[in-house]
């Protein structure tokens, strides 16, 4: 048992991973000012999956951060795009995930959560998480 454990504490080593925090890489590069909002959402999902909180406090708004971000919250165990698509302007644009998490709380459970995405284009062109939530 302790080797397992030994084993697993280099493996945890080698990657960059802690044990307890979960698992953080380097910051991964944004996509380019021109990706989508889509394209954008989607980095988002991959960074806050592998728990690479850093990188995806670069996908959002400093008000987002605050309210909405559920990085070191919970396990985001997988997500999967649910087309949902709702423009009401032309610099904002809310998309949907289904996100499955585990090691919630009582305001978010483990299981498959419907989470809604507000982006919204900044004045250098590029789009940024503002706001996330399930909508109910």
């Not at 397992?4 to 944004?30: E, F, N, S």
């Not at 919970?74 to 585990?102: H, I």
């Not at 507000?118 to 590029?126: H, I, K, M, N």
Request: with cysteine; proline share 7%.
């Amino acid at each position: 048992m302790l080797g397992r454990r030994l084993l697993a504490t280099v493996a945890a080593a080698a990657t960059g991973c802690a044990l307890l925090a979960g698992c953080t890489r380097d910051p991964k590069p944004l996509p380019p000012k021109e990706a989508t909002p889509r394209q954008v959402l989607d980095a988002y999902l991959l960074a806050l999956q592998a728990g690479d909180c850093g990188t995806t406090h670069e996908f959002a708004v400093d008000g987002f951060l605050t309210d909405g971000d559920l990085c070191g919250r919970v396990n985001v165990l997988s997500y999967r795009n649910d087309g949902y698509r709702s423009p009401p302007s032309p610099d904002e644009v809310v998309l949907a995930d289904t996100l499955t998490v585990r090691g919630g709380d009582q305001s978010l459970s483990d299981g498959d959560h419907l989470w809604f995405y507000t982006l919204r284009q900044q004045p250098d062109g590029a789009w940024r998480i503002s706001a996330a939530g399930s909508g109910a």
